[in-house]
């Protein structure tokens, strides 16, 4: 789209990564990375804005760029950053083999397709944030039901003890005294509480 809307043959969106520059999505370009000292997008890192080279054989800082003296012949170069939390990450560009200049609306579409390119990559990065956090989620369900099923097998086995060992099983009530075994309430002192309490 970027190609198209500016009339180019050359477009891509790079990410800057280290020492390297990579092409995240090419077109009418072969190479898919690069190092950084070749790359145009580094200027718009360092100036932090979009960066409109209108030939590039006769500009001091890009005539001896590989791009410009080797196959690519690259003569004009536009660039847009591509902005997240206030860093750089790269850059929408779009280049072309011929020296040319841009109308101002054509740079205002590339500025545009830049946001939407970042609009893009949140979207991506935040689905992939959601499916690790889903993903935490079930193996949290998955410890749970595992500790249920346990203690649930604990139950049984205990249950299982109490049957086969004919252990009596007790209740007391702590205000009363009265302890409840097997249906039956029997008190655990004869006298009555109140005898134990200060005079």
């Known amino acids: 789209l970027a190609a198209h809307v500016c009339g180019t043959p050359v477009a891509l969106i790079t990410l800057l990564d280290g020492s390297r520059q990579w092409c995240k999505s090419r077109v009418g370009f072969a190479r898919t990375e690069m190092p950084q ?13 979009m960066r409109v080279v209108p030939d590039a054989g006769a500009d001091p ?6 791009l410009v003296t080797g196959e690519e012949g690259i003569r004009f170069y536009a ?19 011929e020296p040319r200049q841009m109308d101002s609306q054509s740079l205002t579409a590339l500025e545009v397709l830049s946001r939407q390119v970042m609009t893009q990559i949140q979207a991506r990065h935040d689905l992939r944030a959601l499916k690790l956090t889903e993903s935490a989620l079930l193996r949290m369900l998955e410890e749970r ?55």
């Open 37 to 49: 000292e070749e790359s145009f997008c580094v200027q718009v890192l360092k100036e932090g804005g």
């Open 79 to 97: 660039g847009a950053p591509l902005v997240a939390n206030g860093s750089i990450l790269g850059t929408l560009c779009v280049m072309d083999q």
């Open 145 to 199: 039901e595992a500790g249920e099923e346990a203690q649930r097998r604990l139950v049984e086995k205990l249950t299982m003890a109490h049957e086969v060992g004919k252990v009596g099983r007790w209740e007391t009530d702590m205000a009363t005294l009265d302890v409840e075994r097997s249906g039956q309430t029997h008190r655990i002192f004869r006298t009555e509480p109140e005898a134990f309490l200060p005079p």
């Open 61 to 66: 800082g890009f005539r001896q760029s590989p």
